[in-house]
Each structure stands twice: as structure tokens, then as C-alpha cells.
């Protein structure tokens, strides 16, 4: 019912910076809660960013100070803008969205994942 598609993942120096975008699409009344993970190699999925639909955010502390998270509720879009990237930020970064869909008779929460987009950061 509902669909996530990442973009903006791609290969950058130490130091530089990239936007990841999600954005959803389908049926949706309602968005509520929306989380950025990563995934580096042989290790867990982690939650780096989190933003509710008040607007209010929270960051991991590996990433405060350098990556933002931001919603534009219009568009139906998450954003992650990171800045200052180092090698160790380099992961398979998701897009995870709460929220409520609906069809002509209900309505249902719904809970989903983006594709992944790799991110990778050279030294």
C-alpha cells in the first residue's frame, strides 16, 4: 500500500557531504514517525536519526552536529543531509516510515522500509 524510494546515496571524499532522499507514495492519510538507519558491514542495523511528526528530532551520537534530518510533509519526504562524512559513516543508509494508509473502507497503519542507498566515504 505503500512505497519508499531512496536516492542520493554515492561515493564521497572524507570531509564531504550528501543528501538521501525518501520519498512515499500510495495511499497514505497519515505520516508519523520517521526514522534514517544504516547498516555498515558485519554489523547491526543502527538508528541514526529519527524525526515525529511534531517535528521534533533526535540524532544518534555518532552523527549530531553532522547530519540533519528534515520532512517535508507536502512532498510526502524524508531528507537526511550529512556533512563532514567520515569512512566509518560508511553503511547502507534506510529510510523506515510510520504512519496510516487508507482504501475505501479503512484505514490501517502501516510501517515501512526504503530500499537502501549505499554510501560509501573514502579517506
Known amino acids: 500500500q505503500v512505497q519508499l524510494v531512496e536516492s542520493g546515496g554515492g561515493l564521497v571524499q572524507f570531509g564531504g557531504s550528501l543528501r538521501l532522499s525518501c520519498a512515499a507514495s500510495?495511499?497514505?492519510?497519515?505520516?508519523?514517525?520517521i526514522g534514517w538507519y544504516r547498516q555498515a558491514p558485519g554489523k547491526q542495523r543502527e538508528l541514526i536519526a529519527a524525526?515525529?511528526?511534531?517535528?521534533?528530532?533526535n540524532y544518534a551520537d555518532s552523527v549530531k552536529g553532522r547530519f540533519t534530518i528534515s520532512r517535508d510533509n507536502a512532498k510526502k519526504t524524508v531528507y537526511l543531509q550529512m556533512n563532514s562524512l567520515k569512512p566509518e559513516d560508511t553503511a547502507v543508509y534506510y529510510c523506515?516510515?510510520?504512519?496510516?494508509?487508507?482504501?475505501?473502507?479503512?484505514?490501517?497503519?502501516?510501517?515501512?522500509w526504503g530500499q537502501g542507498t549505499q554510501v560509501t566515504v573514502s579517506s
Open positions: 523506515n516510515v510510520k504512519g496510516q494508509y487508507e482504501t475505501a473502507k479503512f484505514r490501517a497503519d502501516f510501517d515501512s
Open positions: 500510495g495511499s497514505i492519510f497519515s505520516i508519523n514517525d
Open positions: 524525526i515525529t511528526s511534531g517535528g521534533t528530532t
